[in-house]
Nanobody
Framework: VQLQASGGGLVQAGGSLRLSCAAS????????VGWFRQAPGKEREFVAA????????NYVDSVKGRFTISRDNPKNTAYLQMNSLKPEDTAVYYC???????????????WGQGTQVTVSS
């Protein structure tokens, strides 16, 4: 499956962005989808994920209550709605897909290119 992440940009603190992860080649509904981010000088970290069956979600503590992951299976697309953004959310955001959810980035086989999110204070 090929993944295309988009929707990043520059936003002020407190603002919102919605990232999209569009899939092609295979039916994304058969895969779990995860979002990861990598800030300059830091390791890539887990942000959120949604299971392929049942739609259960999980989030890193730092984004709980602010970010929402969702999927639109007919559109073969997953989303990350980011509200109340903070400067520390600044990073390149990546989407990933695999059969099962894990917070370990090594557990994700398919990756999209990143999309830059910059939050100004």
């Amino acid at each position: 499956v090929q993944l295309q992440a988009s929707g990043g940009g520059l936003v002020q603190a407190g603002g919102s962005l919605r990232l999209s992860c569009a899939a092609s080649g295979r039916d994304l509904s058969s895969y779990a989808v995860g979002w990861f981010r990598q800030a300059p000088g830091k390791e890539r970290e887990f942000v959120a994920a949604i299971a392929w069956r049942g739609g259960s979600t999980n989030y890193v503590d730092s984004v709980k209550g602010r970010f929402t992951i969702s999927r639109d299976n007919p559109k073969n697309t997953a989303y990350l709605q980011m509200n109340s953004l903070k400067p520390e959310d600044t990073a390149v955001y990546y989407c990933a897909a695999d059969l099962e959810v894990t917070t370990n980035l090594m557990g994700w086989f398919y990756w999209g290119q990143g999309t830059q999110v910059t939050v100004s204070s």
